[in-house]
């Protein structure tokens, strides 16, 4: 008589083994696909907070600057505008007189100011920053902003030599740059 081959039986207790395995195998593959996406969100996250920090170390610098040369009086408000790039032009046909600030970029030059300090328009991690503004009367308007597209607009109101703060805005700019393969990101 000839033996019978040996068959495999897959018994219950294998067969709900199997299942946990690859039920596991497949929320691994999840959690780290998730995790991996949360990572992302969080890198984009704490660029933009260390940029909008940024953003707002140069407007308090600019604003201390202004607030130091309305202190000092004697037209130093005049001179930290000119440290600061801002160019006179001639008298308006109102009689208001107009500044305006070229656009510049500094990429962690000291400036030349009286206490030797970094210029205003320097951004912490030494990255440029450019800068715009114009005066007119007593408004001062300064748009400071960075390549990643975020920007702070400043507007200033000078009065009796003491300034109030009519703007402070940190905006950024929307890039659509994803090429939308991501539709999932949790």
Same mark, same amino acid.
Request: hydrophobic share 35%; aromatic share 4%; charged share 20%.
């Given at each position: 008589?000839?033996?019978?081959?040996?068959?495999?039986?897959?018994?219950?207790?294998?067969?709900? *083994? #199997?299942?946990?395995? #690859?039920? #596991?195998?497949?929320?691994?593959? @999840?959690?780290?696909?998730?995790?991996?996406?949360?990572?992302?969100?969080?890198?984009?996250?704490?660029?933009? *907070?260390?940029?909008?920090?940024?953003?707002?170390?140069?407007?308090?610098?600019?604003?201390?600057?202004?607030?130091?040369? @309305? *202190?000092?009086?004697?037209?130093? #408000?005049?001179?930290?505008?000119?440290?600061?790039?801002?160019?006179?032009?001639?008298?308006?046909?109102?009689?208001?007189?107009?500044?305006?600030?070229? +656009? +510049?970029?500094?990429?962690?030059?000291?400036?030349?100011?009286?206490?030797?300090?970094?210029?205003?328009?320097?951004?912490?991690?030494?990255?440029?920053?450019?800068?715009?503004?114009?005066? +007119?009367?007593?408004?001062?308007?300064?748009?400071?902003?960075?390549?990643?597209?975020? *920007?702070?607009?400043?507007?200033?109101?000078?009065?009796?030599?003491?300034?109030?703060?009519?703007?402070?805005?940190?905006?950024?700019?929307?890039? +659509?740059?994803?090429?939308?393969?991501?539709?999932?990101?949790?």
């Amino acid at each position: 008589m000839a033996k019978p081959h040996g068959s495999v039986r897959i018994g219950p207790i294998s067969l709900f *083994t #199997l299942i946990i395995v #690859l039920c #596991l195998a497949v929320l691994t593959v @999840l959690s780290v696909t998730t995790s991996l996406a949360e990572l992302s969100t969080t890198e984009r996250q704490a660029a933009t *907070t260390t940029e909008t920090y940024q953003l707002e170390a140069v407007g308090q610098q600019f604003v201390a600057d202004v607030d130091a040369a @309305l *202190t000092r009086g004697d037209g130093a #408000l005049n001179e930290v505008l000119a440290d600061h790039g801002v160019q006179e032009q001639s008298s308006s046909t109102d009689g208001s007189e107009e500044l305006v600030i070229e +656009d +510049d970029t500094v990429t962690g030059e000291p400036a030349g100011g009286d206490l030797g300090r970094p210029s205003a328009t320097e951004a912490a991690d030494g990255s440029p920053v450019t800068f715009s503004g114009t005066r +007119d009367g007593d408004l001062i308007s300064v748009t400071f902003s960075m390549e990643s597209g975020r *920007t702070l607009a400043i507007v200033l109101r000078i009065q009796n030599d003491t300034y109030t703060i009519e703007q402070w805005k940190v905006t950024t700019e929307w890039t +659509d740059d994803g090429t939308g393969e991501n539709l999932w990101l949790g």
